[in-house]
């Protein structure tokens, strides 16, 4: 069964470093996507991307973070100067169109990012 | 942002039994409801969904009902097996017309099932 990947499963990052998570969506997905959980509070959107651009972000996502399909394969999210705070786990997502609209979405296992 | 509630954290029932796990959302214009399971060390996997048109949807041992006039959605498991112990999430989509796959999440309810 096809699944979304991310890479690194946990890294760990002193405060005002630069880190990049990747994932590599399911391959025929168009739509790609970024959550976020903070250790015991809810998932939380981040930001979602189609056709090369973004389609929406959350007010989370600010000036810190941007994102980046690469190449064909992969899809990054970048935080150019971390904080303690963005400390948490990081889901990539994908859907196809109909789960674009309806919420089916595929999740990776997640990225654990703590800052020291 | 507390748009889609799970008021229970945690919910313990006998294997065999009916597991019942229950959701709130406080605004009227979400047009789809899903549910996602999470094991530890894993990322959410959808469960069941259901539009916003429907107030039930059925697939092999769950079943999800929408109450749109309470605002209260649930999910039923029947029966319950071991293998269903894993976090629930209840999730809700404005659908088409806006943003697309952003989904709005309950904190979760931990289900145990016991032998």
């Known amino acids: 069964e096809p699944e979304v990947t991310q890479t690194p499963s946990h890294q760990v990052t002193q405060m005002g470093q630069e880190v990049i998570l990747r994932c590599v969506p399911i391959?025929?997905?168009?739509?790609f996507y970024w959550y976020r959980q903070i250790l015991g509070q809810k998932v939380e959107f981040l930001v979602s991307?189609?056709?090369?651009?973004?389609?929406?972000k959350s007010e989370i996502f600010d000036d810190q973070f941007s994102v980046e399909r690469p190449d064909g394969s992969n899809f990054t999210l970048k935080i150019r100067s971390t904080k303690l705070e963005d400390s948490a786990m990081y889901f990539c997502?994908?859907?196809?169109?109909?789960?674009?609209?309806?919420?089916?979405?595929?999740f990776g296992e997640g990225s654990r990012l703590t800052v020291l | 942002d507390q748009q889609v509630k799970q008021n229970s954290p945690s919910l313990s029932v006998q294997e065999g039994r009916i597991s019942i796990l229950n959701c709130d959302y406080t605004?009227?214009?979400?047009?789809?409801f899903l549910w996602y399971k999470k094991y530890p060390a894993e990322g959410p996997t959808f469960l069941i969904s259901?539009?916003?048109?429907?107030d039930k949807n059925e697939d092999g041992r769950f079943t999800v009902f929408l109450n749109k006039s309470a605002k209260h959605l649930s999910l039923h498991i029947v029966p319950s097996q071991p293998g269903d112990s894993a976090v629930y999430f209840c999730?809700?989509?404005f659908g088409r017309g806006s943003t697309l796959g952003r989904l709005y999440f309950g904190r979760g309810t931990q289900l145990t099932v016991w032998p």
């Open positions: 391959s025929n997905h168009l739509y």
């Open positions: 999730a809700a989509s």
């Open positions: 259901i539009s916003s048109i429907k």
């Open positions: 997502a994908s859907s196809d169109t109909s789960g674009s609209y309806t919420g089916e979405l595929f």
């Open positions: 991307f189609y056709n090369n651009e973004i389609s929406e």
């Open positions: 605004n009227s214009m979400f047009d789809y």
